[in-house]
């Protein structure tokens, strides 16, 4: 019984209670900390204190100091290792947090306890997952929707120019090869070195968190596990504070998070790391901030719920069904990271081929939204990521869309479901439009020809003869003719100014099939508070200027257009004149 009692009393006494402020750590002092290097249970290491760096980061200090132990004379400081709590005199005196990259020392900067309580006491505010409440107005659509994914692309870029760094997390992944994990998930990538660590879910019973026990933070699970390894600094109540430095930076957010194992610690040159693996899922991370990351044992996190089918010659079609974070600017990305994946697994080689991509996604309260692209290519299944609204590149307009809708400044929109559906066929089947030509003149409302010159990826060009026809109002006049590709189309509609208009105005854009014949003049026409007013006098425009007004968005107006369907997936734009005479004149 006293075996037990001893047993007890020397793995399972609560960690030191008290907290030594920054101003009482002095060079010279010693101390331990509390990690784990293979398994769940936490082991000692030694420290002693450097110095202090006084407002190191705002409001900040940090805490220089050389780590001991066997396993850190070998590997350094190591990836992983964040939040490891450490203790001076019986105190809690702050957790790792940053190092220095290709360190030969065991050298660690410790975020001050002070900081990593103070940001566990602060209340949460309980905001929903999706983001703040909504903003009343949207003042500048173009800059807020249009460029909405430069702030949703990757909000959690980190340079490493810097030699101190936050020591990083361990990046846990199953079913995506380690040495791809940056090419699929170039948002995550800068988190932390990724390693294949295999799933363990479910294989053991979840366990409350203690100072120097694995966490994971998991961000994709299923078919693919994505999940970020670090270490519990501070338990208080159900507060845990974990890492010792932001995760991505974002405040408040609802992230699952769990318990890990540690399988073994990987030495290398630049970063050695914990190769670790989440086991089982225990409340939510709740605030992310400069000091410390702060989980909730009791928060439920919930998941977005994301299927990928793809269906390849020679192959039986594949569903592949994955559980993603909910957030604004997360979950849109990690969809669009799996749905590469699963094109991967199953196409594999860089050949040519032509695919077609079916998103569709269910934003609560609205009817589904469905968007279909096709796309050809001569590396195999290159899907580009979303750049920009307008520029699509090799990016499917449903990815684009769903960011937007998600980051739009008319109302916050919850996301229940994500479907893509991919299928694959052999062979090329994109042409750029080179040329077009047209004889010098027609006449209103006869059909004539435009011959447009299509140039395929590989292989000799073909000629399409385009029937147009113009009304009788563009007689006795001279047109330039515009033909282009659908996704190389703007959209011809107002700015929208709410969530209706926003809606109807991305699904106005274009796919690859179709070919456009626009006519436009350079005569004025003025968006304004969502429409076109068309046949605006210049006389207009320079009294709006003269009394100081803001005049709104000028576009040349577009008198005419032409839709067609083409098998082939076009690309480009090309244009020509011709004088429209009236049809009464031609006996003359």
Known sequence: MWFVFLLTFLYGQPAPAGIMKTSEIKPG????????????????????VIS???????????IIVRCAHPVLEHAGVIAGMSGSPIYIDGKFAGGLGY??????????????AEDIVKTMQRPVQNLDVWGRPAAATAENWTENVKNALMAARNPLVRTDSSVVRPLGMSLAVSGVPADRFADFFPMLAPLGPAAPAGSSEGAAPA????????????????????????????????????????????????????????????????????????????????????????????????????????????????????QVARHRLLSANLAASLVRVAMNRLAQNATDLTFTVDHEFQMEGLAPIRFTDSFSSTEGLNLSFPGGWGNWGNTSRGEIALQLLLNNPFARLALSRVDVRVQVSRGLNLYRIRKVETTPVAFADREFNLKVTLQPLVGEEIVKSVPVRLPRSFADTRVILEVSAGRDTPVDAAEPKDIKGLLDFIQKSMDAHSLVVTVRSPAPQLDMEGMLVSDVPLSVLDTLVRRGMSAPPRVEQTLHRQILRFPELLTGIGRCQVIIKNPNQELK
């Open 207 to 322: 366990r409350a968190y203690k100072p120097g026990a694995p966490v994971a933070i998991w961000l994709v699970s299923g078919d693919i596990n994505v999940a970020a390894i670090g270490t519990v600094t501070h338990v208080d109540g159900d507060r845990v504070a974990v890492f010792s430095h932001p995760f991505l930076g974002m405040g408040e957010m609802r992230l699952p998070a769990g318990n890990a194992f540690i399988h073994t610690v990987l030495a290398r040159q630049s970063n050695s790391m914990k190769l670790g693996t989440f086991t089982a899922p225990r409340g939510a991370l709740v605030r992310d901030e400069q000091a410390t990351v702060v989980l909730d044992q009791a928060a439920q996190p919930g998941f977005l719920p994301v299927t990928v089918t793809v269906a390849a010659p020679g192959e039986s079609a594949k569903t592949y069904r994955f």
């Open 52 to 62: 202090v760096m006084r407002r190191a980061m705002i409001d900040q200090d940090l």
């Open 29 to 48: 002092m010693k101390g331990y900390g509390l990690t784990v290097f293979a398994g769940e249970e936490p082991v000692k290491f030694d420290i002693e």
């Open 99 to 112: 190092g220095y990259q290709f360190a030969k020392d065991p050298i660690a900067l410790l975020t001050p």
